[in-house]
């Protein structure tokens, strides 16, 4: 096997990579157009963005950032970067050229920047670099969904399409219905994942955690929260060699989430990426709010939204799984056909519901918060928050409302998302969210008495 990328280097190995990288040019990548490229796979730059490297600034690599994949100083390699090519990647989003340095030189990373920006291609790409034809798990991944891990595991195949060609590679997405015995052993060089599943594998010793050379926790923020999965990270990690190296990324972290990622670092030498909070929306997604007078008139008035409004692909999110049946049945039933997905479902049933919903096969979706990370559906021109995202208590919860508006405006198109507000709290609730990304004004207020021919030109969902 080859030396463990995930111990720190020595210092003038950094140095060296720090230099390289200063004096190289850009390498012209394949595709003639990068930014129609960047469009076709859906990075939401824009110029304005501001990533903000918060590593020490005594660091050789604080601040470095690469133009080019092909920078030779990355060692990506000629078969990952023909897969990266085939997925119309072309340069380097802001969020990858500066922590793919930092990932090649092994140090833990704390990454955050907006939906769409290119996040899970940095990691997939460490995980694949590090790799080796050896018969064992060498890079674990972790998310809070098992659409999420199968997503990932998707965009694993697609990028590392060559190396699994052509040197054997194996990728395993371990979900929850799988049966596994004592004595069994993971052989798949990178594993994917949700926690309990793999704490669970972890202890049975059918996942061999010394073995693993790089830990990634994808949605980091909600992976490291106090109880649930938080606690199940912990005791992966706690599974796993002191030198693994631990990359978390998301669009949105707390102060407590960043403590604990340190200390999940053991130690071992780290960096932290991050943009600007009022930076954090794309600018792709109109955001609205839609007062109506009580819940009976909400349920009457998104009905005749939904019969006028021509939308791609909608998404509709509610609070509770009771809530999901209910509207779904009750909107089906005066003409909208709509699925319903949340965590109490079956798991096959879950999987053919986002099967028909990417396929098109349906238009509408009603789900919790299950749906609310991660997953790409290029045709989503339209969210809708039937309930307003809070935590337990009622205060506001601005995070998940980031990452439920973030499932549209997707691979460069274009999208709208429309709140209903049906009594003040919720109002209360809107109010907290734009002062939190300090964004007074971003939601703006379709008057009650819009019609829905008006309702179609606002919402620009055409």
């Not at 157009?33 to 110029?47: C, P, Q, S, T, V």
């Not at 219905?177 to 669970?200: A, F, L, M, Y």
Request: with cysteine; charged share 25%; hydrophobic share 40%.
């Amino acid at each position: 096997m080859s030396a463990v990328l995930a111990q720190a280097p020595a210092a003038e190995a950094v140095e060296d990579l720090a230099a390289s990288l200063q004096e190289a040019g850009t390498v012209a990548a394949p595709p003639e157009d990068a930014d129609a490229a960047i469009e076709e796979i859906g990075l939401r730059e824009k110029e304005s963005d501001q990533v903000i490297d918060k590593s020490d600034k005594k660091d050789p690599l604080y601040a470095i950032s690469i133009t080019s994949f092909e920078d030779p100083a990355l060692e990506l390699g000629e078969l990952i970067l023909k897969g990266l090519y085939e997925m119309k990647f072309s340069r380097p989003s802001k969020i990858q050229a500066a922590s793919l340095p930092k990932i090649k030189m092994g140090r833990n990373l704390l990454a955050q920047a907006h939906n769409g920006t290119g996040k899970t291609c940095c990691f997939v790409l460490g995980m694949l670099r590090i790799v080796t034809p050896d018969t064992t798990p060498q890079a674990l991944c972790i998310c809070p969904t098992r659409e999420l891990a199968k997503q990932i595991e998707e965009e694993v195949l697609k990028m590392g399409k060559y190396l699994i060609l052509h040197k054997g590679i194996k990728v395993k997405c371990i979900l929850r219905d799988e049966r596994w015995e004592r004595g069994e052993r993971i052989t798949e060089q990178i594993v994917i994942g949700t926690p309990g599943k793999i704490v669970s594998l972890l202890n049975m010793k059918v996942l061999d955690g010394g073995s693993i050379r790089m830990f990634v926790l994808d949605e980091a923020d909600e992976m490291l929260n106090l109880g649930g999965l938080g606690d199940q990270s912990k005791r992966i990690r706690q599974r796993l060699r002191k030198d693994v190296q631990t990359l978390f990324f998301s669009a949105t972290y707390t102060d407590a989430v960043k403590r604990l990622a340190t200390q999940l670092s053991m130690d071992n030498p780290w960096s932290q990426i991050e943009v600007k909070r009022e930076h954090i929306f794309n600018d792709q997604v109109a955001q609205y709010f839609y007062r109506t007078n009580g819940v009976t008139e909400k349920l009457e008035r998104l009905t005749e939204i939904l019969s006028v409004v021509n939308v791609g692909q909608c998404i509709i999110f509610v609070h509770l799984r009771d809530t999901v049946e209910q509207l779904a049945n009750t909107l089906t039933a005066n003409g909208h056909p709509v699925s319903p997905l949340h965590g109490r479902m079956e798991a096959g049933a879950r999987d053919k519901v986002l099967v028909d919903f990417r396929n098109g096969t349906t238009r509408f979706l009603v789900t919790t918060n299950v749906l609310s990370r991660g997953i790409d559906v290029p045709a989503v021109t339209l969210v809708i928050n039937y309930d307003m995202p809070v935590r337990k208590g009622g205060t506001a919860d601005p995070d998940t409302y980031l990452h439920r508006v973030g499932r549209t405006g997707r691979f460069g198109r274009k999208g709208s998302a429309l709140n209903m507000i049906h009594d003040e709290k919720e109002m209360v609730v809107l109010k907290q969210i734009e002062a939190y990304f300090d964004r007074q004004g971003l939601i703006k207020e379709i008057p009650p008495d819009t019609d829905g021919e008006e309702f179609e030109k606002i919402l620009n969902v055409q």
